[in-house]
């Protein structure tokens, strides 16, 4: 790996020049002119009445892959100039040219969709049968299937035109309020504005008067922009009810349970095993309050960090670290993040100007991923760059396989992620040299649990009741706040001495116009790698293999045949789900036994 990693990333290899870029433009331009002769070819089409007609529509089908991967191509591309300059205004501008382009895509799947569910079954089970179309038969027999659940295609593109500048633009509108949130620090005798990404970091910080002198300054930066968020959340969901409703569809989760794969039954055992197996971590909280010196938490302790890991680690040991253990788990896997970070795919700078959070992107023409993130040198930013790794990973094992294919969930999408997170924080409670910094790591370890059973818990319940609410009403930010808060106390326990009732302002998950309920995939994904991890632990390095074809199936497949078919476990049970919580709980009692003469 080289020496000098640098924190910021290649974009000119993708398009050289940024948003100027005039190669950019020509792409756009000729993405277009196809798409537009890809529908009139559509809307010319019938549905085929026997196997030679079938046979017509190979063309049809070739070209709608090379969209999507163009499509994913400047998408992915246009994310990063918006994530890395929030000033780029002309970044703005594309990515309403590229929201257009997905909409027209989105008119032309919902053509051909249509045409599907109109082939007769005699001639769907030809066509299905035939060797070109046998390896996309699953995507193709789900999209027959969704299409005969929703509108009239004339319908449902309107939907869609509309979607532009109504539902997408509402979430575009966002981007816009996180922009213009300025939160003053006190750094060496000066006061700087510290974008909404660089405060979020300070939340985290050992120092408890820095974390509690930035939470009072960052509730008050999303309390002034709170009205400004509940008319975009309202109208985000007020279009999705309508259109549900539209639909004839009277369940919120049917969307996103469709989105991801999966039953209600399997949601429902995996959040009953959680619930069921908090009072675990109620004890650690619990401890750790001891250990801060406070009678109980407060929203930012919970992630406070313990021990000699608050001290800082740079960018160089981070990655160092990380390509060290993928490499202990798969080799294939410590090859691509040296790749990542060698080839300077990664976006990692602290500066001023960026968007908060940290994303993966696929550059599908390109056969590629670019990682966004702000590394200030924490355990956390060491974490996300593992899980971000872990995304760009999953892709990098399907660039081969038919485009229609790659087209995986975000629940299992969060599988591969969080696996790579578990695989670096694992081993470095392994390899720690002393007890105190065991410790650190152990501890930084199970803040991720805590996330995933409580924090995510809580946007899970917050939206659910959202949906509920909304569709009586527009909701008051004094309303959002509430509903926020009750979530957060059910979902820790009542644990905490202080919650985040402007949480739904400042969490961009809400505000994703792409996927609904961008919140239960997450643990789904840590459940679910957990369950593998354990597998992967008994079986050894043979496992790496294995690990690779269940990614690879990733696209083509429900979560519970791919959990039959790679880890012979049934998920709609809670027999699995209790595995996984099993390992977490070892983790719980190893660290109440470390402390138990600290506190």
Known sequence: MNNNLKLTWDLESIFPGGSS?????????????????????????????????????????????????????????VSCLQAQNQSDTKAVQLSGRITNLHALFSTITTQFDDILGRTDDDTWKAWMEREELRPISFVMNESRDH???????????????????????????????????????????ETVQLSAGQAHNKLHDADKKVRD????????????????CSDT???????????????????????????????????????????????MLLKYMERKAKLLGVDRLNWVDVDAPLGKSSSKVSYQEAAETIVEQFRKFSPQMADFAEMAFDKSWIEAEDRSGKRPGGFCTSLSVSKATRIFMTFSGTPSNVSTLAHELGHGYHQHVMND??????????????????????????????????????????????????????????????????????????????ELNELMEEAQKEAYCNALSEYEPTFWCSKLHFYITGVPFYNFPYTFGYMFSTGIYAQALKEGGSFAEKYDALLQDTGAMTVEEL???????????????????????????????MTENLA
């Open 21 to 77: 870029s005039s190669e950019f433009q020509t792409f756009l331009e000729t993405l277009e002119k196809d798409l537009l002769q890809l529908k009139a070819d559509i809307n010319a089409a019938a549905a085929p009445k026997n196997l030679d007609e079938t046979k017509s529509f190979d063309v049809i089908i070739s070209m709608m892959e090379s969209c999507i991967s163009r499509i994913s191509e400047g998408s992915g591309f």
């Open 147 to 189: 299409a005969r659940e929703k509108l009239s295609p004339e319908l449902e593109s309107l939907a869609l035109d509309l979607a532009v500048d109504g539902y997408h633009g509402w979430g575009d509108h966002y981007d816009t309020i996180v922009s213009q949130v300025k939160i003053p620090f006190e750094k060496d005798g």
């Open 213 to 228: 002198d930035m939470f009072a300054k960052w509730k008050e930066a999303w309390a002034d922009k709170a009205d400004y």
């Open 233 to 279: 959340l309202n109208h985000l969901g007020g279009f999705r009810l309508k259109l549900y409703e539209r639909r004839g569809w009277n369940d919120v989760l049917k969307e996103p349970l469709s989105i991801c794969r999966m039953s209600k039954q399997t949601l429902d055992a995996m959040w009953g095993v959680i619930q069921d197996n908090k009072e």
């Open 401 to 478: 396989l038919p485009v229609f294919n790659q087209n995986y969930a975000m629940n299992v999408a969060e599988t591969a992620s969080t696996l790579a997170e578990m695989i670096v924080a694992d081993a470095m409670v392994k390899k720690a040299t002393n007890e105190e910094e065991k410790l650190a790591l152990l501890e930084d370890k199970i803040q991720r649990s805590v996330a995933f059973y409580m924090n995510i818990h809580a946007r899970f319940l917050f939206e659910t009741r959202f949906y509920e609410k909304r569709k009586k009403g527009l909701l008051t930010a004094e």
């Open 563 to 593: 959990a039959k078919k790679h880890l012979n476990a049934d998920l709609t049970g809670r027999d699995f789900w209790q595995s996984a919580s099993d390992l977490l709980k070892q983790d719980v009692e190893d660290f109440l036994s």
